[in-house]
């Protein structure tokens, strides 16, 4: 009998491995249709799960309540001066909800975004003109958020000696190294609670390289959800 269960118990496991390593960054893969690497040798970064930065909850109600998400570029140290994002916001529907903002954050620069219903009367473009805007017809819709890199291979430092880009000086155009937060504001009793955003400069972590890897350390980074 105890044979038995130990067999069962191994093909579990087995099985559970099997599952685990066939469904990579799954959802990577849903974005891109390919599971995208850190190392531009083999994968584009723009849609991999390890470069992207999400909100699980968003939410407009007509003039009852609207979504505010601030995005700031703190300047550090490996930061490129110019770091370009799109923010979508994903109904619980699972389909977009509006059309998706896309912008650059200079350094030092705090982006202001509003997730809104297109007839908001006090809150749209006329009125802030400085902000990006995700306006979309439906009174009421909730969902979650996601943030993409603008460049193609967030993972590579740009610097003049080994990837030279025009007016965007040296340093990573990672978009999870820029600083994120966000209010679901309930207008009526002008209050709200605060979104949670994973994947930001708070969570992400640099790997150290190993001896496997073709580059240096200072000009590839792992950041994001869901490292390993």
């Given at each position: 009998?105890?044979?038995?269960?130990?067999?069962?118990?191994?093909?579990?496991?087995?099985?559970?491995?099997?599952?685990?390593?066939?469904?990579?960054?799954?959802?990577?893969?849903?974005?891109?249709?390919?599971?995208?690497?850190?190392?531009?040798?083999?994968?584009?970064?723009?849609?991999?799960?390890?470069?992207?930065?999400?909100?699980?909850?968003?939410?407009?109600?007509?003039?009852?309540?609207?979504?505010?998400i601030a995005v700031s570029h703190s300047s550090l140290s490996g930061?490129?001066?110019?770091?370009?994002?799109?923010?979508?916001?994903?109904?619980?529907?699972?389909?977009?909800?509006?059309?998706?903002?896309?912008?650059?954050?200079?350094?030092?620069?705090?982006?202001?975004?509003?997730?809104?219903?297109?007839?908001?009367?006090?809150?749209?473009?006329?009125?802030?003109?400085?902000?990006?805007?995700?306006?979309?017809?439906?009174?009421?819709?909730?969902?979650?958020?996601?943030?993409?890199?603008?460049?193609?291979?967030?993972?590579?430092?740009?610097?003049?000696?080994?990837?030279?880009?025009?007016?965007?000086?040296?340093?990573?155009?990672?978009?999870?190294?820029?600083?994120?937060?966000?209010?679901?504001?309930?207008?009526?009793?002008?209050?709200?609670?605060?979104?949670?955003?994973?994947?930001?400069?708070?969570?992400?972590?640099?790997?150290?390289?190993?001896?496997?890897?073709?580059?240096?350390?200072?000009?590839?980074?792992?950041?994001?959800?869901?490292?390993?």
């Amino acid at each position: 009998m105890k044979i038995k269960y130990l067999k069962r118990y191994l093909i579990g496991i087995a099985m559970t491995a099997f599952l685990a390593i066939s469904a990579g960054n799954a959802f990577g893969d849903a974005a891109a249709g390919e599971n995208a690497g850190r190392d531009f040798l083999d994968g584009t970064g723009a849609y991999s799960n390890n470069y992207m930065v999400v909100s699980p909850y968003w939410q407009v109600e007509g003039g009852g309540s609207y979504t505010f998400i601030a995005v700031s570029h703190s300047s550090l140290s490996g930061m490129n001066s110019q770091i370009g994002l799109t923010v979508n916001a994903i109904t619980s529907e699972k389909t977009a909800y509006g059309t998706a903002a896309t912008f650059t954050v200079g350094a030092g620069e705090t982006k202001r975004v509003f997730i809104i219903s297109t007839n908001h009367s006090t809150i749209n473009s006329t009125a802030q003109t400085d902000a990006a805007f995700i306006a979309g017809t439906t009174n009421f819709s909730y969902g979650h958020v996601r943030i993409n890199p603008q460049t193609s291979h967030p993972m590579l430092k740009t610097q003049a000696t080994v990837l030279a880009v025009t007016n965007l000086g040296d340093g990573f155009r990672d978009s999870t190294m820029l600083s994120y937060w966000g209010s679901v504001i309930v207008e009526a009793n002008t209050t709200g609670f605060a979104m949670e955003f994973i994947g930001d400069m708070n969570d992400s972590v640099t790997l150290p390289h190993s001896y496997m890897s073709h580059f240096d350390g200072d000009i590839y980074m792992a950041s994001g959800v869901n490292l390993n």
